[in-house]
């Protein structure tokens, strides 16, 4: 009887303690459960990677390798899909002139389905914010890169970096696909102006630009990097070779070795990996026949291998779909091709559903094998926990007063003045025209860029191609001469050169400001590179009848040479932005000299093209580097 009631007794604790300790295990189940290892900001980020890595089923990886357009995407598909990024192609806004506020609350918006999903993943947004946060109404726009390059000031692109990075956070947008680190060989090309130089020693300079997007990465640093919130993730483009394509026609075959494709072409790209860049695009053009889409050499065995890339490396718009000719006639050997040659998201935009379907499809089947999915959401994942989206994925209200600041405008003039090149100043020795006397009795300003934001912004501005008018606040150069000038000066404006006007009035002098009208990629590729017809006769009539200065706005240098003996000086002010009024007056009026240098070459007639320093036969109107100065000492006449 005691024999039995002591096991009787024995049995029920054994019981009790099964059912204790079981207890505890299943509360610890659900207690590590409840502890994501990923959303640990103190843990490393490779830990952080791999524990989220392993809870994702395959359709949130694709969908992390997905980036759809803003006008295809809501909470429904954000969540059904876990859609991974979302970016606004050019001009696609909230609304037309959207404020900071209408920018912010959609991008929240976004973000708000993003983290209501069963991961919590953010979404990184993405916009072409390549001078300035330039798709937003009111933001800075700062001179187009080959301003830039004439400055020779790696340190102010780094200062542009910055501010455009706080101006792009204030709105929620933590992706900004710039710089452009093309060495442009052949002006005739349509995204020229986006390329700093046709020297690749300027162009690695001008990396810089990484630096004030991302901040810098600490010495030794090896991977992405990005320094703190209210900085965003930057896109070296386009790889490789964009910027030397056949006549210079945009997404063409570029025809060199591969020497000159590493010596030329890809210079830059190494400065960008070791300054921590987050994130590469792959560029629409092809080497040697072979499209950059779809070349696993390029992307995987140099790029990734090689050079150590550890960022991702992004399509460009609707890229895959142009692997093949006509574009989208095989989509699926598109996303094949595309996946395997190494791109790890794809700017879709549209047809993402298509996208995931037909990825999915291969991973399944075992075309593509798990292991480059895998790479790939690594890649993406690294990038989105070194932004720090985990921790912040929404916009900063304390950033909100950035766009458009004082500081970032000044620094936009501040770039003005640098990037200006003075070509001429005066027909014979002695006769200088510049700086010009602010006291003068009567000006004459002409042209029909003289008055127009637009025109002065070029493309990539508000919308993809630019615009005219007041599309954006800004300063013109005909606002910038009135402030400059004495308040007893008469200035008179006409966009037109009439040749009435200027014969029967007594001018001291004319600025005629002419040049190209805007454009954005292959819309501007462009065989004759000639001054529009009504920017020629201004020249003419004008120059004919008063002392003159030419001040051209363009993307790129223009035939000039026959105009040339009209002009008593002439000034190339590339694509300035909105404070180009500003910048410009300081230096035509002496308030600043003239410090611009070339940073590419000026042609005589586009048969020489394409022409370069270096070249064989190297016979410039100006060569690269040129620029004169006016020897005076900063100080007003």
């Avoid at 040659?341 to 399944?364: E, H």
Wanted: glycine letters at 10%; a neutral charge; one cysteine or more.
């Amino acid at each position: 009887m005691a024999m039995a009631l002591t096991s009787r007794l024995v049995l029920v604790t054994l019981v009790a303690f099964l059912a204790f300790h079981g207890t505890r295990a299943k509360q610890s189940s659900v207690s590590r459960d409840r502890y994501r290892l990923y959303q640990d900001a103190k843990r490393p980020v490779e830990d952080r990677i791999q524990d989220l890595l392993s809870r994702m089923t395959l359709l949130e990886k694709i969908g992390q390798m997905t980036q759809t357009e803003r006008t295809v995407t809501n909470h429904t598909n954000i969540r059904e899909f876990g859609l991974g990024s979302i970016l606004s192609g050019g001009g696609s806004a909230p609304a037309e002139n959207a404020s900071v506020f209408q920018w912010d609350n959609m991008t929240n918006y976004f973000q708000r389905a993003a983290m209501s999903s069963r991961l919590q993943i953010p979404i990184n947004y993405g916009i072409d914010a390549v001078h300035g946060n330039n798709n937003i109404y009111g933001a800075t726009i700062f001179p187009h890169n080959i301003g830039l390059g004439c400055t020779r000031d790696s340190d102010l692109v780094e200062r542009i970096g910055t501010a455009t990075a706080l101006e792009s956070r204030a709105t929620g947008i933590s992706y900004v696909f710039a710089p452009c680190i093309a060495v442009c060989r052949d002006p005739r090309w349509g995204r020229c102006y986006e390329s700093y130089s046709e020297d690749p020693e300027i162009v690695r300079n001008m990396t810089s630009l990484i630096d004030g997007l991302q901040g810098r990465a600490p010495p030794g640093w090896d991977g992405p990097y990005v320094e703190s919130s209210d900085r965003v993730a930057a896109c070296a483009k386009h790889f490789v070779g964009d910027g030397g394509t056949t006549d210079g026609i945009n997404g063409n075959n570029t025809e060199v070795s591969y020497d000159e494709l590493v010596n030329i072409h890809m210079k830059a790209y190494k400065d960008a990996i070791d300054k921590g860049v987050t994130t590469i695009m792959a560029s629409y053009s092809s080497w040697n026949g072979v499209k950059m889409h779809a070349n696993h050499f390029l992307l995987t065995k140099v790029l990734k291998e090689q050079l150590g890339f550890k960022g991702f490396i992004i399509s460009d718009y609707m890229g895959i779909d142009q692997i093949t000719d006509p574009p989208g006639v095989n989509y699926t050997y598109s996303v094949y091709a595309g996946i395997q040659a190494g791109l790890d998201m794809i700017m879709v935009p549209f047809a993402y559903d298509q996208f995931i379907g037909n990825l999915t499809q291969m991973v399944k089947s075992g075309l593509i094998p798990m292991s480059r999915i895998d790479d790939a959401v690594t890649r993406i994942l690294r990038v989105k926990f070194q932004l720090g989206l985990f921790e912040r994925p929404y916009s900063d209200n304390k950033l909100k007063l950035s766009v458009g600041h004082d500081w970032h405008r000044q620094l936009s003039r501040e770039a003005v003045r640098k990037s200006l090149v003075l070509l001429k100043n005066g027909i014979y020795p002695g006769s200088r025209l510049l700086p010009l006397n602010r006291h003068a009795k009567k000006i004459l300003v002409v042209g029909s860029h003289a008055n127009d934001i637009g025109l002065q912004c070029g493309g990539w501005t508000i919308h993809w191609q630019g615009g005219f008018g007041d599309i954006t606040p800004g300063t013109t150069v005909l606002q910038g001469i009135q402030q400059a000038v004495s308040p007893t000066t008469e200035v008179v404006y006409s966009e037109r050169a009439k040749k009435s006007l200027i014969k029967d009035q007594d001018f001291d002098y004319a600025v005629v400001v002419v040049g190209e009208p805007p454009y954005a990629e292959s819309q501007g590729d462009n065989t004759n590179l000639t001054i529009p017809l009504m920017g020629t006769h201004a020249i003419r009539n004008t120059c004919r009848y008063v002392r003159c200065v030419v001040v051209i706005i363009s993307g790129r240098p223009l035939v000039i040479e026959p105009y040339l003996p009209m002009m008593d000086a002439l000034v190339a002010a590339w694509l300035p932005g909105t404070e180009a009024g500003l910048g410009i007056a300081d230096v035509l009026f002496g308030a600043y000299d003239f410090t611009g240098k070339l940073s590419r070459t000026w042609f005589r007639s586009v048969d020489q093209l394409p022409m370069n320093v270096g070249d064989k036969y190297y016979d410039p109107l100006f060569p690269f580097g040129f620029g004169l100065s006016m020897g005076i000492d900063g100080t007003r006449n």
